[in-house]
């Protein structure tokens, strides 16, 4: 990969030439039912990692009858050099126009052979998907677990129970895709603050989860409406100042996962340069910083990272967890270490005092992208903050409920260790919190149990919280009139629930047995 191009992805080729001197692997075979509109020819199919290596040959069949097509990577999975594993790769044929049925595509390693050798042309993929223009471009995929696998990082190969968590959020997201329901609310579509924390990525993940197309078109129109407001130079132009909480990157991702769609490449790329408008380290002489900014830039460097593999990306990644680290293992003004990346009460608030502070709620986005990054690297610092965070928690960021909400655990939405005056604790607004950082202790709790650490206390508050998490699932079932949508307010609330959350039913499988 030419490190230099911004947008410099693989692009491949393969002519299904085996030579003799070659030892062909085992085949693998899956299949895919089709069926194309005359003038469609290009199927776009995300892969799962470690499933198809880049050194293969390709084939596309129908019952024993070779199809003539062309075959592009669009995205490799990251860090896997020198083993490459294709992730989206678009096939084309002419032959494929107005096809209608059950397609088998079939790959086979070619061992200890370079790409090259293996008729592979690495090249830049954008001017052919811009050649490309408006084509239509059909998703397909054997099933959908193959579907989750290839782009939710936390899937695996068994089904598990979703509906406690898609059920309540497909309500949810009939109200915040209502453009009726939301003015009413006060929530025109340019209003600002709705758009935070990524409502299209909550709204493809809903797709993913369920398979509804309608939730496929629901986030394309939400994600078109947010790159036709980022500017040349990544600014979102609801706001009129620099504010890395609106960049938004994963929305972007899963659009160009699921559609080779240049634009939201293009869209993450200017978004990409405008976070490094934020300083990462932190001092007490700095001013203003919070967890929920720290997140959103390195959402964005690891994003960008994982779609392109830019080495500027990946670099970027790295200084921002390792002075994530700094604050939160060497901490400013001989804080006592606690857990978490402490910085200053008045510079997290805009008032009170410098004493510590953390956000339990924010560390759930920082979290979210340390645990990416975990995920596709097995990266030990990220790990390392996951699993204090977890403590942290526990030690400091949790009261109990005795007004509103009795007899429950509610995360705090600030902690002040050395002032706790100023803690903000709100029994009615608090536990809308419940799953987000109910997901940041399950992260912690499963690295926890894969570094064979005592996890039993941080488990049992992450079962807790999953047991309020869950509520809307209760409230769902209880419903005696059946309803289209509920209302959430505010509407941003939706995407704080579920952009950072989508591994929940896979923790709680997984952790909760």
Not at 40 to 45: A, D, K, M, N, Q
Not at 352 to 359: F, I, V
């Amino acid at each position: 990969m030419n490190v230099n191009s911004i947008t410099s992805i693989f692009s491949v080729i393969l002519f299904f030439i085996l030579y003799s001197s070659l030892a062909i692997g085992e085949n693998n075979t899956v299949s895919l039912d089709v069926a194309l509109d005359s003038d469609t020819s290009l199927l776009l199919l995300p892969v799962p990692n470690n499933t198809i290596p880049l050194n293969s040959t390709l084939k596309i069949q129908y019952k024993d009858i070779s199809i003539n097509s062309k075959f592009h990577v669009v995205t490799l999975w990251p860090n896997t050099q020198p083993n490459a594993y294709i992730r989206t790769l678009l096939i084309d044929s002419v032959d494929l126009k107005g096809f209608v049925g059950k397609l088998s595509f079939t790959w086979s390693e070619l061992p200890n052979v370079n790409v090259q050798d293996a008729g592979i042309l690495s090249q830049n993929i954008s001017p052919l998907l811009v050649s490309l223009g408006s084509q239509k471009k059909r998703l397909v995929y054997p099933s959908a677990q193959w579907l989750r696998q290839s782009l939710l990082l936390h899937a695996d190969s068994q089904d598990h129970d979703t509906d406690w968590y898609v059920l309540p959020q497909q309500k949810y997201a009939h109200f915040i895709t209502n453009k009726k329901a939301l003015k009413k609310k006060g929530y025109p579509p340019t209003k600002a603050g709705q758009w935070l924390y990524d409502r299209p990525q909550a709204l493809y993940q809903l797709y993913i989860m369920t398979e509804d197309k309608a939730w496929l078109n629901e986030a394309n129109m939400a994600a078109d409406f947010y790159k036709q407001h980022i500017d040349d130079q990544g600014q979102f132009t609801l706001i009129k100042r620099f504010d890395p909480k609106y960049l938004m990157p994963r929305g972007l991702a899963l659009q160009y996962l699921l559609s080779a769609d240049d634009s939201a490449l293009k869209a993450l790329t200017k978004i990409f340069q405008s976070s490094l408008g934020w300083d990462e380290e932190y001092s007490l002489s700095r001013g203003f910083w919070t967890e929920r900014n720290q997140a959103a830039a390195l959402n964005v460097a690891v994003t960008y990272w994982e779609l392109t593999g830019s080495q500027a990306a990946l670099s970027r990644v790295k200084e921002i967890i390792d002075a994530t680290i700094s604050m939160t293992f060497r901490p400013e003004n001989d804080w006592p270490l606690r857990g978490c990346p402490q910085h200053g009460f008045k510079s997290h608030e805009g008032w009170g005092d410098d004493t510590a502070a953390c956000s339990p709620w924010m560390m759930a986005l920082l979290g979210d992208a340390l645990w990416r990054y975990y995920r596709l690297t097995g990266d030990e610092k990220s790990a390392a903050l996951i699993d204090a965070f977890g403590d942290f928690i526990l030690n400091y960021g949790i009261y109990f409920g005795d007004k509103r909400v009795h007899k429950i655990v509610i995360p705090k939405y600030i902690v002040s260790m050395d002032n706790p005056t100023q803690e903000e604790l709100n029994q009615w607004s608090d536990p809308q919190h419940a799953c987000d950082v109910a997901a940041l202790l399950g992260k912690s709790t499963y690295i926890k149990e894969q570094k064979k650490q005592d996890s039993f206390m941080v488990k049992e508050l992450f079962s807790s919280l999953v047991h309020q998490c869950k509520g809307s699932y209760r409230k769902l079932n209880a419903e005696k009139k059946v309803t289209k949508y509920w209302s959430v307010m505010p509407p941003r609330r939706f995407a704080w629930m579920y952009s950072s959350t989508s591994d929940l039913p896979w923790l709680v499988v997984h952790l909760l047995k």
